[in-house]
């Protein structure tokens, strides 16, 4: 079983995030009363506002570049787009997939949850709850929801699943510390710095990477427990770890280097300011929760690179859309159809080894 024993008494406090505590079962969530105050009403309404904001201010900017391009000129940039670079992205694409279908098996394992639960089923679950979680916006939600149907086919409960959605957030967010980290320490100083200096570039790499390593020790010396609201989680050891770091940053990697791919070369001249730019746009699209941050994610993109009157920028855009977000869409859709229909085909099957 994934956790043993009963939590603790004490431990039933509300939202102490942090704290160390006995393993408690699989199923121990303790329903907190919600916190009274101003302060709860207030955060209430930030999520709201920051996603409205944002897409208003995206509206505006692509609004602006809508006026300002050539729809003549995006159609016969997409037609004579090289081959090879169509090829590369997909093949960027596949990589991507691969680094999301092992979310839930590295969760999994960090977890030690093995209770019929194959490595076909993680890969494939994995897979397409994240798909749905990056490309139809409310992650919790979509991808949520996907991930809570197919593992409840072989008996997981929620609170398991509740725990594999968190360790994917901690595999994602580990994954793009690391990257942005290592970026900005390794930047060449012929290059144009992403903070006014390439002091404050490191300084900043360097303090990320600090969080991330502090983390990494903190985890390791011994079994840590996260508990976030009612819910008590087990936290990874240093091996699952860094394979989840591991796997993050490949995400990220695949993702910002299909469209770097997709973009004209002279558009994006920085590596470190590229990779900072999507980065803050794929962060801003999720927090506006538009369907895979559509229109807050560009906007970020052409804004922070300077290349928002371009119809070749368009034209990848366009392009990255239907290839890193449309297609494995239809993959997933397709793959959790086959496992509805195995599943309806065999019955519960609860107990059937897979």
């Not at 390794?186 to 903070?195: C, L, R």
Request: charged share 15%; net charge positive.
């Amino acid at each position: 079983m994934m956790l043993s024993g009963r939590e603790p008494a004490a431990a039933n406090k509300g939202w102490d995030a942090w704290e160390l505590q006995d393993e408690p079962s699989d199923d121990d969530i303790v329903g907190d009363e919600p916190a009274p105050g101003k302060l709860k009403r207030l955060l209430k309404w930030v999520g709201p506002v920051i996603a409205i904001v944002l897409i208003a201010g995206a509206a505006y900017v692509l609004w602006d570049m809508a006026t300002k391009v050539s729809f003549a000129e995006i159609r016969d940039t997409v037609v004579n787009m090289p081959t090879w670079r169509i090829v590369g992205a997909f093949l960027l694409t596949g990589v991507g997939l691969v680094a999301l279908a092992t979310y839930d098996l590295l969760a999994l394992h960090a977890l030690n949850y093995h209770n019929g639960v194959s490595m076909k089923r993680a890969l494939m679950g994995s897979l397409i709850a994240n798909v749905f979680a990056n490309t139809l916006g409310f992650p919790l939600l979509s991808g949520g929801s996907a991930r809570y149907r197919i593992y409840s086919m072989v008996g997981v409960s929620f609170s398991v699943v509740a725990r594999l959605i968190m360790m994917s957030w901690v595999t994602m967010w580990s994954g793009i510390m690391f990257v942005l980290g290592v970026t900005l320490c390794i930047e060449p100083v012929t290059q144009s710095p992403v903070f006014e200096h390439h002091l404050i570039d490191r300084a900043v790499g360097v303090s990320i990477l600090v969080l991330l390593l502090a983390f990494f020790v903190w985890i390791a010396r011994k079994r840590r427990f996260l508990r976030v609201g009612g819910m008590i989680l087990r936290m990874p050891r240093a091996k699952p770890a860094f394979g989840m770091i591991v796997a993050g940053a490949f995400d990220l990697i695949a993702a910002a280097g299909t469209l770097h791919l997709l973009l004209p070369p002279d558009s994006v001249p920085d590596l470190a300011r590229y990779l900072v730019t999507y980065s803050v746009g794929f962060i801003a699209g999720m927090a506006a929760n538009t369907p895979g941050g559509v229109g807050v994610f560009e906007a970020t993109v052409v804004t922070g690179l300077g290349i928002s009157h371009r119809s070749d920028v368009a034209a990848a855009l366009i392009l990255f859309r239907l290839i890193y977000f449309v297609v494995p869409l239809i993959l997933a859709l397709i793959l959790l159809a086959f496992l509805e229909w195995r599943h309806r085909r065999t019955g519960s099957g609860l107990s059937k080894p897979e």
